[in-house]
C-alpha cells in the first residue's frame, strides 16, 4: 500500500520496508531479511543522504543483521560507518552513538582481538555513564559486561572483576536475575575466575568461580532425562 499511494522513496515506505525486515530477523528468517534490510538501507542514503540518523541507523541494522548471520567481519564496516555518522550528527553521549560503540565491542571481543575492545570501551566509558543514568543504567551495565570481559581475557583480572561485578549489579536491577543479558555477565565472570585461577592458584579464585557457577545454574532451565 505505500508502493502504491506513496512510493518507493517515502519515509513512510522505507519504514515499512525496514519493519518488515525486522519482523523477518526476529523470526530467524535472516536470509529473507536481507533484501528488505538492503532496501532500506539504499534507499535511505539516496533520498536521505549517508548522514542523516534514519540512514545511519539502516546502516546499524545492516550489521546487526549480518552479525546474526556470523558474519562479523562484514558486519564491522556497518557498525563503524554508523559510529562515526552518530559520533559526527547526534555526538558522543548519544545513547544510538553508544549503542554502536557497544555493538563494536562486542564484535571485537568475538573475534579474540579484546585489546582494541578495551581500547573501544574505555575511550566511551565516560559517555557511557553520563548517557545511561537512571533507569537506564541497565544499558550501562550491558556496556561494562563487554568492557569487564575484554579486560578479563587479557589477564587483567582485578580490573576485570570489577567492572563484571558493576555489571552485573546494574543488569540484575535493571532486567532481572535470570534475563539473558544478565546470565551472560554470570557466564563472563565464572570465566574470568577459571582463568584467574589458573594464572594464580591456591588464591580462592576457583572457589569464586563455583560460587557464580552456581548461581549460574540456578538460572539454567532444567533438561529433561
Given at each position: 500500500g505505500c508502493r502504491r499511494v506513496l512510493g518507493d522513496d517515502h519515509p513512510d515506505t522505507?519504514?515499512?520496508i525496514n519493519n518488515m525486515g525486522f519482523l523477518l530477523k526476529s523470526m530467524g528468517k535472516l536470509d529473507e531479511a536481507m533484501?528488505?534490510?538492503?532496501?532500506?538501507?539504499?534507499?535511505?542514503?539516496?533520498?536521505?543522504?549517508?548522514s542523516h540518523p534514519d540512514t545511519l541507523t539502516s546502516i546499524s541494522n545492516m550489521g546487526a543483521l549480518l552479525q546474526s548471520m556470523g558474519k562479523l567481519d562484514e558486519a564491522m564496516p556497518y557498525f563503524r560507518e554508523a559510529l562515526d555518522g552518530r559520533r559526527r550528527v547526534l555526538g558522543d553521549d548519544s545513547s544510538y552513538t553508544l549503542s554502536s560503540l557497544n555493538w563494536i565491542g562486542y564484535l571485537l571481543?568475538?573475534?579474540?582481538?579484546?585489546?582494541?575492545?578495551?581500547?573501544?570501551?574505555?575511550?566511551?566509558?565516560?559517555?557511557?555513564?553520563?548517557?545511561?543514568?537512571?533507569?537506564?543504567t541497565r544499558w550501562l551495565g550491558n556496556y561494562l559486561a563487554k568492557l569487564g570481559?575484554?579486560?578479563?581475557?587479557?589477564?587483567?583480572?582485578a580490573k576485570g572483576e570489577a567492572t563484571?561485578?558493576?555489571?552485573?549489579?546494574?543488569?540484575?536491577e535493571g532486567f532481572g536475575d535470570e534475563h539473558d543479558r544478565t546470565t551472560k555477565c554470570i557466564?563472563?565472570?565464572?570465566?574470568?575466575?577459571?582463568?584467574?585461577?589458573t594464572a594464580e592458584p591456591g588464591k580462592g579464585y576457583d572457589a569464586k568461580a563455583e560460587k557464580w557457577r552456581a548461581k549460574l545454574a540456578k538460572t539454567e532451565p532444567a533438561q529433561d532425562d
Amino acid at each position: 500500500g505505500c508502493r502504491r499511494v506513496l512510493g518507493d522513496d517515502h519515509p513512510d515506505t522505507m519504514a515499512s520496508i525496514n519493519n518488515m525486515g525486522f519482523l523477518l530477523k526476529s523470526m530467524g528468517k535472516l536470509d529473507e531479511a536481507m533484501p528488505y534490510y538492503r532496501e532500506a538501507q539504499d534507499g535511505n542514503r539516496r533520498v536521505r543522504g549517508d548522514s542523516h540518523p534514519d540512514t545511519l541507523t539502516s546502516i546499524s541494522n545492516m550489521g546487526a543483521l549480518l552479525q546474526s548471520m556470523g558474519k562479523l567481519d562484514e558486519a564491522m564496516p556497518y557498525f563503524r560507518e554508523a559510529l562515526d555518522g552518530r559520533r559526527r550528527v547526534l555526538g558522543d553521549d548519544s545513547s544510538y552513538t553508544l549503542s554502536s560503540l557497544n555493538w563494536i565491542g562486542y564484535l571485537l571481543n568475538k573475534l579474540g582481538k579484546y585489546e582494541d575492545a578495551i581500547e573501544e570501551l574505555r575511550a566511551g566509558e565516560s559517555a557511557a555513564r553520563r548517557a545511561w543514568t537512571g533507569p537506564n543504567t541497565r544499558w550501562l551495565g550491558n556496556y561494562l559486561a563487554k568492557l569487564g570481559e575484554a579486560e578479563g581475557a587479557t589477564n587483567r583480572f582485578a580490573k576485570g572483576e570489577a567492572t563484571l561485578l558493576e555489571a552485573h549489579k546494574l543488569l540484575a536491577e535493571g532486567f532481572g536475575d535470570e534475563h539473558d543479558r544478565t546470565t551472560k555477565c554470570i557466564a563472563k565472570l565464572v570465566t574470568l575466575y577459571d582463568a584467574w585461577h589458573t594464572a594464580e592458584p591456591g588464591k580462592g579464585y576457583d572457589a569464586k568461580a563455583e560460587k557464580w557457577r552456581a548461581k549460574l545454574a540456578k538460572t539454567e532451565p532444567a533438561q529433561d532425562d
